[in-house]
C-alpha cells in the first residue's frame, strides 16, 4: 500500500483547523500520515494538535519564514510516496478522496510525477462558489501565463523533491507556481476530473485584493527563471483585473466592490462569485 503525506501549515489557525484535519483523520484510505508545521501560534493552535496524539503522526512549531518554508519542513519529515499540501483553513472534500485517488497513485511506474484534481471554492458560509480545475490540455496551455491549477488539488511525487529540490522561500506568494514550473514546462501532469480534492475556503493571503497584484508580479519573476521572458497576454488581462478590483475595493468598500465586481462576471456569463464572498 502507498504512503501519502499531508502536510499542514498553521499559524494561528486554531478556529478552522479541527476541521481540517478531521477531513484527514476521517479518510477511509488507511495509507496516510499527517504532518502539521506551525509558525510559533499563539491562540491555541498548538494545544488542539497535541490533542489529537498520535493521530498525528509528527508536528512542530517555530517561526518560519512563510508558507514555503513550513512546506519545506514537512517534506523533510514526510515518509509518504507522494506528498499533499493542505491548508488548515481548507479540507478534504469528502472521506473517500483518497480511496478514490490510490489506484492512479500506486501506478508504477506513475504516469505523471504530479496528480491533480478538482476544487471547491468554498464561501464564508461553506457553500461552494465554483469548482476549479481543468483537464491538462487546457492547463498546460494557460500554465505560462499563470497559474492555472490550484496547489490544493495537486499531489506531488516524492521524487520531485529529490530531482527539483525544495520550495523557493523567496517566494511569498507563488512559491508554488515557481515550483510547478520547474517540472511541467518539460513534462505532463495527470488530471482526475471526476474528484474533488478538496474545499478551499476564500479569503485567504492570496486572495486579498492588494496581494493579486502582487501575486502575478511574482509569476512574471517565476516565468522569466524559467525561460518565459515575454508575458502572455493573459497574464496582462489578469493584471487588469487585479487592479481594477484592487481599486473598487478601496473605493467601494469590500461588500460593494465585490458585488460589482459579480455583476461584471455575470455580464460575461461567469459564475458571480466575487459577490458572495
Not at 499527517?34 to 498525528?56: A, E, H, Q
Not at 485567504?204 to 525561460?227: C, Y
Request: aromatic share 10%.
Amino acid at each position: 500500500m502507498i504512503l501519502v503525506s499531508i502536510v499542514v501549515p498553521t499559524f494561528n489557525a486554531r478556529d478552522t483547523l479541527k476541521q481540517c484535519l478531521d477531513s484527514v483523520i476521517g479518510q477511509t484510505f488507511p495509507g496516510k500520515e499527517i504532518i502539521v508545521v506551525d509558525g510559533g501560534s499563539t491562540d491555541g493552535t498548538i494545544d488542539l494538535v497535541k490533542s489529537y496524539g498520535p493521530r498525528i503522526e509528527s508536528w512542530l512549531s517555530e517561526p518560519d519564514r512563510g508558507v514555503f518554508d513550513a512546506f519545506n519542513k514537512g517534506i523533510k519529515r514526510a515518509r509518504g510516496r507522494w506528498l499533499y499540501f493542505l491548508g488548515a483553513d481548507d479540507y478534504l472534500y469528502d472521506r473517500d478522496v483518497l480511496l478514490r485517488l490510490a489506484p492512479r497513485l500506486s501506478m508504477d511506474p506513475p504516469v505523471a510525477r504530479l496528480v491533480y484534481g478538482r476544487v471547491a471554492l468554498v464561501g464564508p458560509g461553506g457553500d461552494t462558489l465554483a469548482l476549479l480545475g481543468e483537464p491538462w490540455e487546457i492547463t498546460r496551455e494557460r500554465l505560462p501565463a499563470y497559474l492555472s491549477l490550484s496547489h490544493q488539488g495537486v499531489f506531488h511525487a516524492r521524487e520531485l523533491f529529490v530531482e527539483h529540490g525544495m520550495f523557493d522561500t523567496s517566494y511569498r506568494l507563488s512559491g508554488d507556481y515557481e515550483f510547478l514550473l520547474r517540472e511541467l514546462l518539460a513534462r505532463d501532469a495527470l488530471y482526475i476530473p471526476d474528484v474533488v480534492i478538496a474545499g478551499h475556503r476564500s479569503g485567504g493571503i492570496s486572495s486579498r485584493p492588494g496581494n493579486h497584484t502582487r501575486t502575478l508580479w511574482e509569476l512574471r519573476r517565476a516565468q522569466k527563471t524559467h525561460g518565459i521572458l515575454m508575458p502572455r497576454p493573459a497574464w496582462f488581462v489578469r493584471l487588469l483585473a487585479a487592479w481594477v478590483r484592487s481599486g473598487l475595493v478601496t473605493l467601494l468598500g469590500s461588500r460593494r466592490g465585490h458585488l460589482l465586481l459579480g455583476q461584471v462576471r455575470a455580464l460575461f456569463g461567469k459564475k458571480p462569485y466575487w459577490s458572495r464572498l
